[in-house]
């Protein structure tokens, strides 16, 4: 789950489904909140993390929302990251995904941490092999990187991410390399 002022995004993997609430959050009295139901688009597709971005910056009237989110194609145990784009046209929600595959799989990943920038702008993925940095906007991988250039020893296995303008701070267990 994941959210800013833009939006709200919950991913339920026994349902296949994103539940998304979008801004404006106003009671239903002053006309309500738009809430959106956007299916998976497949059932091989088990989602780790989500990270919402908001309202996209190229939306000129606030209906073109954005997230992110990490996941695995179960059958080969491909990771991947996907960029999920939520158009609003009289409160019926439109969406579209970007995916890119993160490596060949062959290994499941357990610990698949999606965090956003401050700006909504760039995407940050931490796992326990690699890490990437994902401009949202170009659908563009900047980084891919495996976890022995980042983390201080191959055991380590991130839990938490938290994600501004210029920096990151990840929280999760080491263990040492023997």
Request: net charge negative.
């Amino acid at each position: 789950m994941s959210v800013n002022d833009d939006m709200f995004v919950s991913a339920s993997n026994a349902f296949s489904n994103f539940a998304v609430i979008l801004y404006p959050f106003r009671s239903s009295s002053a006309g309500g909140y738009i809430q959106c139901n956007v299916r998976y688009g497949t059932s091989d597709r088990f989602v780790h993390s989500v990270a919402v971005a908001g309202i996209a910056k190229d939306s000129t009237n606030g209906t073109h929302f954005i997230f992110v989110f990490g996941a695995e194609k179960m059958s080969t145990k491909t990771p991947y990251v996907c960029i999920t784009h939520v158009n609003v046209t009289n409160s019926t929600c439109n969406s579209t995904y970007q995916c890119t595959d993160m490596g060949t799989g062959g290994f499941h990943q357990e610990y698949f941490l999606i965090g956003v920038d401050t700006n909504g702008t760039f995407a940050y993925g931490f796992t326990d092999s690699f890490v990437f940095k994902l401009d949202i906007y170009a659908n563009n991988i900047i980084i891919n990187v495996t976890t022995s250039s980042v983390w201080p020893s191959s055991g380590f296995i991130p839990h938490a991410i938290d994600v501004a303008s210029t920096w990151a701070v990840v929280a999760g267990y080491g263990y040492a390399d023997e």
